[in-house]
């Protein structure tokens, strides 16, 4: 992840081993709801494309229908197979019309599935960013006892050699 490799770039002179994340478990849970979403809307997707493909190969037969029945317009027709062809022609309308339906409906449930991926992706990086400034505050902790450190250790020594001097 960019993200964390971020924050271990700030921290890098810090040791990190005693870092725990309390909310990992959360954090884990939302990326996988967001990966669950994103592949719910890659499927969405798919299928939209695809019910517009089939409205549209509807409308190219309907077309195609309609010329042939145009280009017959002179020509003696038998009354049965007039009847046929308009029958025919209404089926398609009303399949077409029908997979339009169903292509406004793929199309709202892509609009939603979108709305709830970039809810959950924005659940995600709020975590992160709680992580990175929780992770922050580690570093800055850890620094501050490692001075800490460094101070009595100087101090320390400092006091050392005057000790050495009084005892001879």
């Known amino acids: 992840m960019k993200g964390e490799a971020a924050m271990q770039a700030q921290a890098s002179d810090v040791d990190l081993r005693g870092f725990r994340y309390a909310l990992e478990p959360v954090e884990r849970r939302q990326r996988w ?90 659940r995600l990086q709020g975590l992160q960013a709680h992580r990175a400034s929780a992770l922050a505050e580690f570093a800055t902790e850890q620094r501050q006892r490692e001075a800490g450190e460094r101070d009595r250790e100087w101090l320390a020594r400092r006091r050392a050699p005057a000790a050495v001097k009084e005892n001879p």
Request: hydrophobic fraction near 40%; charge should be neutral; aromatic fraction near 2%.
């Open 33 to 122: 709801q967001l990966d669950a979403l994103q592949r719910r809307l890659a499927l969405q997707q798919t299928q939209l494309a695809q019910a517009r493909q089939g409205a549209q190969d509807l409308e190219d037969e309907r077309q195609a229908v309609a010329a042939r029945a145009g280009s017959v317009q002179g020509q003696r027709i038998d009354p049965q197979s007039r009847g046929r062809a308009l029958a025919y022609m209404r089926r398609l309308a009303q399949q077409h019309h029908d997979a339009l339906e169903r292509v406004d409906e793929l199309d709202a449930a892509c609009a939603q599935a979108r709305s709830d991926c970039i809810q959950a992706q924005l």
